[in-house]
C-alpha cells in the first residue's frame, strides 16, 4: 500500500511541474468539467480502476492548469456498468472506464475478447490492442456508438472459482451454476464445460454467492480481492481463460467539442494513467495468490494436460458461437494480430 502511494504521489508530481506550461484558466471562465464513471471501489486496492482513475485526474487537472475538472463517480454510484456505457454513449456523462464484456450489448464485436485462452500473456496483449487492431476497433466503436476507445487496460486473468469442489478439469465444471456477466460468449464458455451460466449484475453477485443463488463465478484475482469474494467462495482455478480487457472510453461528441490542446492532453493522460495501472495491476497480481490463500481460499494450478481439456472444450466451440453474431473479420484480425505480435515477442 505504501509503494502503491508513492507511485501516484510520484505522478501527481510529475504532473504539478507540467501545469506550469499550461494556460491558466482567465478570470471567470468557468473549468470543462468530465464525469468519469467506474465500478470499482476506492479503497486503493492494487487491481482497483479507481487508483488509474486518480492519476487520470490528476495528470489532465494539472496539466490543464485548472482548465479541465475531472469528477471521478466510482463504485457504480452513477449506475451500473451497461447503465454508464449508454449515459457514455448518449453523452450525459462523458467518460467510462469498464470492462469490455458490459459493451457486447452495444457493439457486439467487443464479443472477440470472450475468446476464451487466445492471449499467450499480457505483453502480447497489450501490444495488440495498443497496436491498428486497438485502433480500429476504437474507430468503429466511435462509428457505431459514438464512443472513443481512448486506451486500454487489463484487470488480470478470468479464473474459475466455487463453493463445491476444486476444478481440475472441464468435467468438474459440469453441473454447476456459474454466474457470468451479460455476455452471450462468456456464458458459452461455461455451457460448453457443462456448467449452467447464469448472468448476474455485478453489484448484486457477492449477495448471490453469499446466498447460494450461484454456486461459483469466474474473475481476475484483483476483482476477487476488491469485492471480497473470498469471503463467500471456497475453490479457485487458475485457469486463465479470458484476459480481461478494460477500455478508458469517452464520448466521441465531447471530446471534438473540446480545443485540440486539451484533446492532446486527455489522450495522453490517458494513456500514461493506463500504464500506470497496466503495472500496478500486474505487481498486485503476484501478491494475491498468496494473499488469497491466507485468506482460507484453496488455490489450484491446472497442469499443462489438464490446461489442455479447458481449451479442447471451450475455445473452438465460442470461437464458432462468436462468428455466428459477428462474422468472420474481427475474430479473424484479432487471431492475426496475436499471432503477430506472438511471433514478434518470440524474436525479442
Not at 467506474?38 to 492519476?55: I, K, P, R, Y
Not at 453441473?175 to 451460466?197: F, N
Not at 505487481?283 to 499443462?304: E, H, N, R, S
Request: net charge neutral; with cysteine.
Amino acid at each position: 500500500m505504501r509503494m502503491l502511494k508513492t507511485v501516484i504521489g510520484v505522478v501527481c508530481a510529475a504532473a504539478a511541474i507540467v501545469a506550469l506550461m499550461g494556460a491558466p484558466v482567465m478570470a471567470g471562465e468557468a473549468p470543462i468539467v468530465i464525469k468519469l464513471g467506474h465500478g470499482d471501489t476506492e479503497d486503493n486496492s492494487l487491481g482497483g480502476v479507481h487508483n488509474g482513475a486518480v492519476a487520470f485526474k490528476q495528470l489532465v487537472e494539472s496539466r490543464t492548469a485548472g482548465r479541465v475538472k475531472v469528477e471521478i463517480h466510482p463504485n457504480n454510484q452513477i449506475g451500473s456498468p451497461r447503465e454508464m456505457f449508454e449515459s457514455t454513449k448518449m453523452g450525459s456523462i462523458q467518460m467510462v472506464w469498464e470492462g469490455s464484456s458490459n459493451f457486447a450489448g452495444f457493439l457486439p464485436e467487443f464479443m472477440v475478447f470472450s475468446m476464451p485462452y487466445i492471449f499467450p500473456n499480457v505483453t502480447v496483449a497489450l501490444r495488440v490492442l495498443d497496436g491498428q487492431f486497438g485502433n480500429d476497433l476504437s474507430a468503429l466503436s466511435v462509428k457505431k456508438t459514438g464512443v472513443r476507445l481512448l486506451a486500454y487496460t487489463q484487470i488480470g486473468w478470468r479464473n474459475f472459482t466455487n463453493n463445491k469442489r476444486v476444478i481440475r478439469t472441464p468435467a468438474d465444471i459440469k453441473g454447476l451454476k456459474m454466474r457470468t456477466q451479460e455476455d452471450p460468449a462468456m456464458m458459452k464458455i461455461v455451457q460448453s464445460m457443462g456448467g449452467s451460466a447464469t448472468p448476474i449484475a455485478w453489484g448484486e453477485l457477492y449477495t448471490a454467492l453469499q446466498q447460494g443463488v450461484v454456486d461459483g463465478e469466474e474473475n481476475p484475482t484483483s476483482m476477487v480481492q476488491v469485492a471480497k469474494l473470498y469471503e463467500v467462495q471456497k475453490y479457485m482455478t487458475m485457469d486463465g481463460h479470458i484476459l480481461a480487457i478494460n477500455p478508458i472510453c469517452i464520448n466521441e461528441k465531447f471530446y471534438q467539442s473540446l480545443p485540440a490542446d486539451i484533446r492532446y492532453i486527455i489522450k495522453d493522460s490517458a494513456h500514461t494513467a493506463a500504464l500506470i495501472y497496466n503495472g500496478v495491476g500486474q505487481w498486485g497480481a503476484t501478491l494475491d495468490v498468496a494473499d488469497l490463500t491466507k485468506k482460507g481460499m484453496q488455490i489450484y494450478f491446472p497442469t499443462d494436460a489438464e490446461y489442455q481439456q479447458f481449451v479442447k472444450a471451450a475455445q473452438g466451440p465460442v470461437q464458432e458461437f462468436v462468428v455466428s453474431k459477428i462474422g468472420k473479420e474481427w475474430p479473424e484480425k484479432l487471431l492475426k494480430a496475436i499471432a503477430a505480435e506472438t511471433e514478434k515477442y518470440k524474436k525479442d
